[in-house]
Protein backbone atom coordinates (compact mmCIF):
# COMPACT_ATOMS: atom_id res chain seq x y z
CA UNK A 1 0.00 0.00 0.00
CA UNK A 2 1.15 3.28 -0.85
CA UNK A 3 2.41 5.58 2.25
CA UNK A 4 1.79 8.87 0.05
CA UNK A 5 -1.05 9.86 -1.96
CA UNK A 6 0.06 12.83 -4.27
CA UNK A 7 -2.98 14.41 -6.06
CA UNK A 8 -2.30 16.23 -9.47
CA UNK A 9 -4.92 18.45 -11.55
CA UNK A 10 -4.19 18.66 -15.02
CA UNK A 11 -5.40 21.45 -17.38
CA UNK A 12 -3.25 22.68 -20.45
CA UNK A 13 0.07 21.95 -18.52
CA UNK A 14 2.08 21.10 -21.23
CA UNK A 15 4.86 23.50 -21.02
CA UNK A 16 5.54 22.45 -16.84
CA UNK A 17 3.89 18.74 -16.69
CA UNK A 18 6.91 16.47 -17.33
CA UNK A 19 9.48 18.33 -14.81
CA UNK A 20 6.38 18.50 -12.15
CA UNK A 21 6.55 14.44 -12.47
CA UNK A 22 9.85 14.02 -12.72
CA UNK A 23 10.18 15.94 -9.31
CA UNK A 24 7.78 13.51 -7.85
CA UNK A 25 9.08 10.17 -9.15
CA UNK A 26 12.97 11.19 -8.02
CA UNK A 27 11.79 12.19 -4.17
CA UNK A 28 14.34 10.68 -1.96
CA UNK A 29 12.19 7.89 0.07
CA UNK A 30 11.83 4.46 0.73
CA UNK A 31 8.63 4.96 0.88
CA UNK A 32 6.45 4.04 -1.80
CA UNK A 33 4.02 6.78 -3.58
CA UNK A 34 0.60 6.98 -5.29
CA UNK A 35 0.75 9.77 -8.15
CA UNK A 36 -2.64 10.35 -8.80
CA UNK A 37 -3.39 12.80 -12.05
CA UNK A 38 -6.87 13.91 -12.75
CA UNK A 39 -7.02 15.56 -16.08
CA UNK A 40 -9.91 17.73 -16.74
CA UNK A 41 -10.58 17.82 -20.54
CA UNK A 42 -6.78 20.05 -21.17
CA UNK A 43 -6.89 20.44 -25.11
CA UNK A 44 -2.81 20.51 -25.28
CA UNK A 45 -0.21 18.03 -25.33
CA UNK A 46 -0.95 17.58 -21.84
CA UNK A 47 -2.84 14.07 -21.72
CA UNK A 48 0.19 12.64 -23.89
CA UNK A 49 2.28 12.98 -21.28
CA UNK A 50 0.19 12.18 -18.60
CA UNK A 51 -0.63 8.70 -20.18
CA UNK A 52 3.21 8.17 -21.34
CA UNK A 53 3.56 8.79 -17.35
CA UNK A 54 1.25 6.41 -16.54
CA UNK A 55 2.19 3.66 -18.32
CA UNK A 56 5.73 3.69 -17.97
CA UNK A 57 5.28 3.65 -13.98
CA UNK A 58 1.68 1.53 -14.04
CA UNK A 59 2.90 -1.22 -12.40
CA UNK A 60 5.96 0.29 -10.13
CA UNK A 61 5.69 -0.57 -6.43
CA UNK A 62 7.35 2.40 -5.63
CA UNK A 63 6.01 4.66 -7.98
CA UNK A 64 2.93 4.14 -9.31
CA UNK A 65 1.32 6.80 -11.57
CA UNK A 66 -2.50 6.48 -12.17
CA UNK A 67 -4.39 8.41 -14.83
CA UNK A 68 -7.88 9.69 -14.57
CA UNK A 69 -10.19 11.72 -17.04
CA UNK A 70 -13.16 14.05 -15.98
CA UNK A 71 -15.05 16.49 -17.70
CA UNK A 72 -13.79 19.59 -17.72
CA UNK A 73 -14.82 20.50 -14.53
CA UNK A 74 -11.87 22.80 -12.87
CA UNK A 75 -9.69 22.23 -10.20
CA UNK A 76 -11.53 21.77 -7.36
CA UNK A 77 -13.63 19.24 -8.86
CA UNK A 78 -10.20 17.11 -10.04
CA UNK A 79 -9.05 17.24 -6.19
CA UNK A 80 -12.07 15.77 -5.20
CA UNK A 81 -11.74 13.33 -7.75
CA UNK A 82 -8.11 12.59 -6.64
CA UNK A 83 -9.10 12.18 -2.96
CA UNK A 84 -11.86 9.23 -3.77
CA UNK A 85 -9.15 7.40 -6.05
CA UNK A 86 -6.56 7.91 -3.03
CA UNK A 87 -5.46 4.70 -0.34
CA UNK A 88 -1.93 6.39 0.65
CA UNK A 89 -2.16 6.74 4.35
CA UNK A 90 -1.19 10.49 3.82
CA UNK A 91 -2.20 13.12 1.10
CA UNK A 92 0.07 15.58 -0.71
CA UNK A 93 -1.42 18.07 -3.49
CA UNK A 94 0.77 19.62 -6.26
CA UNK A 95 -0.36 22.10 -8.93
CA UNK A 96 0.84 20.61 -12.44
CA UNK A 97 3.07 24.07 -13.23
CA UNK A 98 4.89 23.31 -9.92
CA UNK A 99 7.60 20.92 -8.78
CA UNK A 100 8.84 19.33 -5.32
CA UNK A 101 12.55 19.52 -3.91
CA UNK A 102 13.79 16.02 -3.65
CA UNK A 103 13.09 15.65 0.18
CA UNK A 104 9.65 17.21 0.41
CA UNK A 105 7.90 13.82 1.16
CA UNK A 106 10.46 12.43 3.16
CA UNK A 107 10.28 15.70 5.63
CA UNK A 108 7.30 16.51 5.73
CA UNK A 109 6.09 12.49 6.20
CA UNK A 110 8.38 12.13 9.27
CA UNK A 111 6.69 14.44 11.18
CA UNK A 112 3.10 13.01 10.62
CA UNK A 113 4.23 9.84 11.39
CA UNK A 114 4.64 10.30 15.00
CA UNK A 115 1.23 10.42 15.05
CA UNK A 116 0.29 13.37 17.06
CA UNK A 117 -0.52 16.15 14.13
CA UNK A 118 -3.23 16.26 11.47
CA UNK A 119 -1.28 17.68 8.71
CA UNK A 120 2.45 19.57 7.91
CA UNK A 121 2.24 23.07 6.72
CA UNK A 122 5.86 24.32 5.70
CA UNK A 123 6.21 27.29 2.62
CA UNK A 124 7.94 27.46 -0.82
CA UNK A 125 10.18 29.43 -2.95
CA UNK A 126 9.25 30.84 -6.41
CA UNK A 127 11.18 29.63 -9.14
CA UNK A 128 11.87 30.46 -12.79
CA UNK A 129 10.00 29.06 -15.50
CA UNK A 130 10.48 25.31 -16.64
CA UNK A 131 12.23 25.64 -19.39
CA UNK A 132 14.96 28.25 -17.33
CA UNK A 133 15.45 24.97 -14.93
CA UNK A 134 15.52 27.86 -11.78
CA UNK A 135 15.22 25.13 -9.38
CA UNK A 136 16.82 27.17 -6.39
CA UNK A 137 15.69 31.32 -7.34
CA UNK A 138 13.71 33.49 -5.33
CA UNK A 139 13.63 34.04 -1.72
CA UNK A 140 11.82 32.00 1.16
CA UNK A 141 8.10 32.15 2.04
CA UNK A 142 8.16 30.44 5.16
CA UNK A 143 4.54 29.89 7.66
CA UNK A 144 4.44 32.40 10.34
CA UNK A 145 1.67 30.94 11.21
CA UNK A 146 -0.75 28.04 10.51
CA UNK A 147 -3.19 30.59 8.67
CA UNK A 148 -0.77 32.01 6.48
CA UNK A 149 -0.94 30.07 3.39
CA UNK A 150 -4.26 29.45 1.78
CA UNK A 151 -3.55 26.67 -0.49
CA UNK A 152 -3.86 23.25 0.29
CA UNK A 153 -0.64 22.71 -1.89
CA UNK A 154 2.68 22.87 0.83
CA UNK A 155 0.80 20.64 3.22
CA UNK A 156 0.62 16.95 4.09
CA UNK A 157 -2.47 15.46 5.43
CA UNK A 158 -3.43 11.93 7.09
CA UNK A 159 -6.23 10.90 4.90
CA UNK A 160 -8.47 9.81 7.44
CA UNK A 161 -8.67 13.90 8.52
CA UNK A 162 -10.49 14.42 5.18
CA UNK A 163 -13.16 12.13 6.63
CA UNK A 164 -13.15 12.82 10.08
CA UNK A 165 -13.79 16.37 9.29
CA UNK A 166 -15.93 16.49 6.32
CA UNK A 167 -12.86 17.99 4.17
CA UNK A 168 -13.91 18.77 0.41
CA UNK A 169 -13.44 21.58 -2.01
CA UNK A 170 -15.96 23.83 -3.25
CA UNK A 171 -16.58 23.23 -6.90
CA UNK A 172 -17.47 25.59 -9.73
CA UNK A 173 -15.89 28.87 -8.25
CA UNK A 174 -12.38 30.39 -8.12
CA UNK A 175 -10.60 31.06 -5.43
CA UNK A 176 -12.20 27.46 -3.72
CA UNK A 177 -8.62 26.76 -1.72
CA UNK A 178 -9.37 29.54 0.56
CA UNK A 179 -12.77 28.37 1.61
CA UNK A 180 -11.36 24.68 1.90
CA UNK A 181 -8.29 25.93 3.83
CA UNK A 182 -10.67 28.08 6.10
CA UNK A 183 -12.83 24.89 6.72
CA UNK A 184 -9.64 23.12 7.49
CA UNK A 185 -8.61 26.03 10.40
CA UNK A 186 -12.09 26.15 11.68
CA UNK A 187 -12.04 22.11 12.43
CA UNK A 188 -9.64 22.44 15.17
CA UNK A 189 -7.35 19.73 13.10
CA UNK A 190 -3.83 19.50 14.60
CA UNK A 191 -1.01 21.46 12.80
CA UNK A 192 2.84 20.93 12.71
CA UNK A 193 4.82 23.60 11.20
CA UNK A 194 8.24 23.32 9.81
CA UNK A 195 10.50 26.20 8.52
CA UNK A 196 11.07 24.46 5.24
CA UNK A 197 10.72 25.61 1.62
CA UNK A 198 10.26 22.69 -0.64
CA UNK A 199 7.56 23.53 -2.60
CA UNK A 200 8.99 24.87 -5.62
CA UNK A 201 6.39 27.33 -7.22
CA UNK A 202 6.67 28.73 -10.96
CA UNK A 203 4.52 32.01 -11.45
CA UNK A 204 2.15 30.05 -14.55
CA UNK A 205 1.10 33.46 -16.52
CA UNK A 206 -1.60 31.45 -17.86
CA UNK A 207 -3.13 30.04 -14.76
CA UNK A 208 -6.39 30.37 -13.69
CA UNK A 209 -5.45 33.02 -10.74
CA UNK A 210 -2.37 34.81 -12.72
CA UNK A 211 -5.18 36.87 -14.26
CA UNK A 212 -7.89 39.54 -11.88
CA UNK A 213 -11.10 38.45 -11.73
CA UNK A 214 -13.08 40.99 -9.65
CA UNK A 215 -16.59 39.37 -9.40
CA UNK A 216 -14.75 36.12 -8.31
CA UNK A 217 -12.70 37.88 -5.81
CA UNK A 218 -15.87 40.10 -4.88
CA UNK A 219 -17.73 36.37 -4.68
CA UNK A 220 -15.12 34.87 -2.08
CA UNK A 221 -14.77 38.38 0.40
CA UNK A 222 -18.63 38.22 0.57
CA UNK A 223 -18.60 34.49 1.17
CA UNK A 224 -15.84 35.03 3.97
CA UNK A 225 -18.05 37.69 5.66
CA UNK A 226 -20.89 35.62 5.70
CA UNK A 227 -19.22 32.56 7.11
CA UNK A 228 -18.63 34.69 10.34
CA UNK A 229 -22.09 34.75 11.48
CA UNK A 230 -22.76 32.70 14.41
CA UNK A 231 -18.99 31.65 14.92
CA UNK A 232 -17.06 31.74 18.09
CA UNK A 233 -15.08 34.59 18.13
CA UNK A 234 -11.85 32.58 17.52
CA UNK A 235 -13.11 31.46 14.20
CA UNK A 236 -14.13 35.07 13.52
CA UNK A 237 -10.91 36.07 14.23
CA UNK A 238 -9.13 33.66 11.88
CA UNK A 239 -11.98 34.73 9.14
CA UNK A 240 -10.90 38.01 9.80
CA UNK A 241 -7.31 37.71 9.47
CA UNK A 242 -8.00 35.72 6.00
CA UNK A 243 -10.14 38.64 4.82
CA UNK A 244 -7.22 41.15 5.70
CA UNK A 245 -4.89 39.02 3.81
CA UNK A 246 -6.68 38.21 0.68
CA UNK A 247 -7.78 42.15 0.42
CA UNK A 248 -3.73 43.35 0.39
CA UNK A 249 -3.37 40.55 -2.25
CA UNK A 250 -6.10 41.43 -4.21
CA UNK A 251 -5.19 45.02 -4.56
CA UNK A 252 -1.57 44.27 -5.66
CA UNK A 253 -0.37 45.47 -9.32
Known amino acids: MPMISIIIPIYNAEAYLSACLDSVIAQITSEPIEIILVDDRSTDGSLAIATSYAKRHAEDPHRQVILLNQP ?12 RRATGDYIAFLDADDRLAPDWCERHRKVLS ?8 SGYRRTKDADEKGWW ?3 RHLPRNR ?3 TSPCMRLYRRQLFEEKKLRFPEGMIYEDV ?6 WLSNAHCHMIRYAGYLYTRNP ?4 SRPHLKAQQRILQLLHQRMRGESLRNRLIIFYTILRLEGHFIKP
Open 72 to 83: HSGQSAARNTGL
Open 114 to 121: RGKYDYVQ
Open 137 to 139: VGR
Open 147 to 149: YQF
Open 179 to 184: LFSVNL
Open 206 to 209: ESTT
